[in-house]
């Protein structure tokens, strides 16, 4: 996704879309981060089991439409 961040997702509705990845840092990274790990809190195992890699966030936009 960091190389070709046009990607397409398939929601719930079974609806495919394009949208655009970006990574997620700073504040933006720690509320996303705190969402996802309530969520699943396999997350926060995961980090405490690799101290020195920081897990990436990854954002979708809505991709442009014109």
Do not use: C, S
């Amino acid at each position: 996704m960091l190389a070709r961040p046009e990607v397409h997702f398939v929601a719930r509705d079974g609806v495919r879309r394009a949208y655009r990845a970006g990574v997620a840092d700073g504040a933006e990274r720690a509320r996303l981060w705190l969402l996802a790990a309530d969520v699943y809190d396999g997350y926060t195992t995961y980090q405490r089991r690799t101290p020195a890699r920081r897990i990436l966030v990854v954002v979708l936009a809505p991709a442009d439409h014109g």
